[in-house]
């Protein structure tokens, strides 16, 4: 079945820098987008950017425009998502989703979601 | 960027009742408007996808309908597993922006 599992809680102090795993299965990994979506205690979800695993070309929320990084190594079906520059309202449940498009539909949609990771940002 | 909103934000209901959620976009989205279904400590679940289709495994008491600017989510008769926080979300543009959650809770 198509699955995504992402890496384990992570606790950084502000300032560093967190890096997050999502290992794909189940479908070909370069034929979908990949999206990185966080969610802070307590509150709604964010979109924070993609990155077509195909050709490694990504998009971003201008908010994280220049602090996060998204990278995927094909071999082993696998999507990164950095953060930099880490403050304490990075503090959040960080999950990857696959970005799904049929050609009978208009749009894509997310599915399935990652376990989730949390990371925790303090001093 | 695309500015979605969710009403009402929180609701209580029974398990039985019919529940609407409807969610408005700041411009016409036309369909492109997906709802989600989040229970505490888990990741979203996909319930609708392009305004009114259902996805596979999705009981049928879901439904979604409308477009342009506004658009819902029916629940035709709730139960007890419904009880969750419920996301729309807009892929017409980036960033693909999420509404801020409807909490449906047991009355």
């Known amino acids: 079945q198509v699955q995504l599992v992402q890496s384990g809680a992570e606790v950084k102090k502000p300032g560093a820098s967190v890096k997050v795993s999502c290992k794909a299965s189940g479908y070909t990994f370069t034929g979908y987008y990949m999206h990185w979506v966080r969610q802070a205690p307590g509150q709604g979800l964010e979109w924070m950017g993609r990155?077509?695993?195909?050709?490694?070309?990504?998009n971003f929320a201008q908010k994280f425009q220049g602090r996060v990084t998204i990278t995927r190594d094909t071999s082993i079906s696998t999507a990164y998502m950095e953060l930099s520059r880490l403050t304490s309202d990075d503090t959040a449940v960080y999950y990857c989703a696959r970005g799904v498009v049929v050609p009978a539909a208009v749009g894509f949609w997310f599915d399935p979601w990652g376990q989730g990771t949390l990371v925790t940002v303090s001093s | 960027d695309i500015q979605m909103t969710q009403s009402p934000s929180s609701l209580s209901a029974s398990v039985g009742d019919r529940v609407t959620i409807t969610c408005r976009a700041s411009?016409?989205?036309?369909?492109?408007l997906n709802w989600y279904q989040q229970k505490p400590g888990k990741a979203p679940k996909l319930l609708i996808y392009a305004a009114s289709s259902l996805q596979s495994g999705v009981p049928s008491r879901f439904s979604g309908s409308g477009s342009g600017t506004d658009l819902t989510l029916t629940i035709s008769s709730l139960q007890p597993e419904d009880f969750a926080t419920y996301y729309c979300?807009?892929?017409?543009?980036?960033?693909?922006?999420f509404g801020p959650g409807t909490k449906v809770d047991i009355k």
């Open positions: 990155i077509n695993p195909n050709s490694g070309g990504t």
């Open positions: 411009q016409s989205i036309s369909s492109y």
């Open positions: 979300q807009q892929s017409y543009s980036t960033p693909f922006t």
